[in-house]
């Protein structure tokens, strides 16, 4: 994979070990992808300290929170430590969070207290490459917002963050987010249930590549109705993408979303359909909720 010269630097431990480390695994992680290069990125979210010990070589553990992270960050997990006893946290486990919060204070890391941080603030501008840790994020992100990113790896997410680049490739590409899935929606969505459900019931037949293409959803689609499709098509499928025509910005018409392509496969999606995946995610029979 070709590096720059700044990315060279890194990879040669010029700007010390913790950068050497993260240009050297993302070298070898695009090289996996096929990627041909890096790209930069605007923004990232990744998950709350605790995967670092997981992840990261305990001699680079330290030097990781002396860093600043490339780009702004977003934590999609924090306790909420101004109430730690209400929520049943130990003191040791308040003041460690409290530690992490103050160190995260000079990284250039914000602390959301979300995994759905664009409802918080963070809306990446359209054709921007982002980087996310978090499932449904990643997929609202690329498809109704039009940013570009994958769900990047542990230890990936902090390699990214730290250099601020990540492999170009798959959605990250215009060829990489063209549709090649049809799914014709023959029926009308009255909530948002029915739109998890058309996500649920779509995502038993995608694989991860897949990037499934709607028609037939009219009227007033809400950003709730979106997440919910999205969140529900990673659930079943692991998908990182989809269009909805005439609603998400990258299907103004269905020519438009596939690219002048033909969909590998069409899925019709009646009301039998909806009512069959509600029915799946239900499990609480008749029962009504006393408010």
């Given at each position: 994979m070709?590096?720059?010269?700044?990315?060279?630097?890194?990879y040669?431990?010029e700007y010390?070990k913790?950068?050497?480390?993260a240009?050297?695994?993302?070298a070898?992680?695009?090289?996996g992808l096929e990627s041909?290069?890096?790209?930069?990125?605007s923004?990232?979210?990744?998950?709350?300290?605790?995967?670092?010990?997981w992840?990261l070589?305990?001699?680079?553990y330290?030097?990781?929170?002396k860093?600043r992270m490339a780009?702004?960050?977003?934590?999609?997990v924090h306790p909420?430590?101004?109430?730690?006893?209400?929520i049943?946290?130990?003191e040791k486990a308040?003041q460690?969070a409290k530690s992490?919060e103050?160190?995260?204070?000079?990284?250039?890391?914000f602390l959301?207290g979300?995994?759905?941080?664009?409802l918080?603030?963070?809306?990446?501008?359209f054709g921007?490459h982002?980087a996310?840790?978090?499932?449904a994020?990643?997929?609202?992100?690329n498809s109704?917002?039009?940013?570009r990113?994958?769900?990047?790896s542990?230890p990936?997410?902090?390699?990214v963050?730290?250099?601020g680049?990540?492999?170009y490739?798959?959605?990250?590409?215009?060829e990489?987010?063209?549709?090649n899935?049809?799914?014709k929606?023959k029926?009308?969505l009255n909530?948002?249930?029915?739109?998890?459900a058309?996500?649920y019931h779509v995502g038993?037949?995608?694989?991860?590549?897949d990037?499934?293409v709607?028609t037939g959803?009219s009227?007033d689609?809400?950003t709730?109705?979106?997440?919910?499709i999205g969140?529900a098509?990673q659930l079943?499928?692991s998908?990182?993408?989809?269009?909805?025509?005439?609603?998400?910005p990258?299907?103004p018409?269905?020519?438009?979303a596939?690219?002048?392509d033909e969909?590998?496969e069409?899925i019709t999606?009646g009301?039998?359909?909806?009512?069959?995946a509600?029915?799946?995610?239900?499990?609480?029979g008749?029962?009504k909720?006393?408010t």
């Amino acid at each position: 994979m070709y590096l720059t010269k700044d990315e060279e630097k890194m990879y040669n431990g010029e700007y010390g070990k913790l950068y050497e480390w993260a240009m050297r695994f993302l070298a070898a992680y695009g090289d996996g992808l096929e990627s041909e290069r890096l790209v930069k990125i605007s923004a990232a979210c990744f998950d709350y300290y605790r995967t670092l010990e997981w992840v990261l070589p305990p001699e680079l553990y330290n030097e990781f929170f002396k860093s600043r992270m490339a780009v702004p960050v977003y934590t999609n997990v924090h306790p909420d430590i101004e109430c730690w006893k209400e929520i049943g946290m130990s003191e040791k486990a308040y003041q460690n969070a409290k530690s992490i919060e103050m160190k995260y204070a000079n990284m250039n890391v914000f602390l959301t207290g979300s995994c759905a941080a664009y409802l918080i603030g963070w809306a990446p501008a359209f054709g921007s490459h982002v980087a996310s840790i978090e499932s449904a994020l990643y997929v609202y992100l690329n498809s109704v917002l039009g940013a570009r990113t994958h769900r990047e790896s542990y230890p990936g997410i902090f390699a990214v963050a730290l250099t601020g680049k990540t492999p170009y490739t798959g959605l990250h590409t215009d060829e990489g987010r063209r549709g090649n899935l049809l799914v014709k929606v023959k029926t009308e969505l009255n909530d948002t249930m029915q739109y998890n459900a058309l996500g649920y019931h779509v995502g038993a037949f995608v694989t991860d590549w897949d990037r499934p293409v709607f028609t037939g959803i009219s009227g007033d689609v809400g950003t709730d109705d979106l997440k919910f499709i999205g969140a529900a098509l990673q659930l079943q499928g692991s998908v990182g993408l989809y269009h909805v025509v005439n609603v998400t910005p990258e299907a103004p018409t269905i020519e438009y979303a596939f690219g002048g392509d033909e969909p590998k496969e069409t899925i019709t999606v009646g009301k039998r359909e909806i009512k069959g995946a509600c029915e799946k995610l239900s499990t609480g029979g008749e029962e009504k909720l006393i408010t």
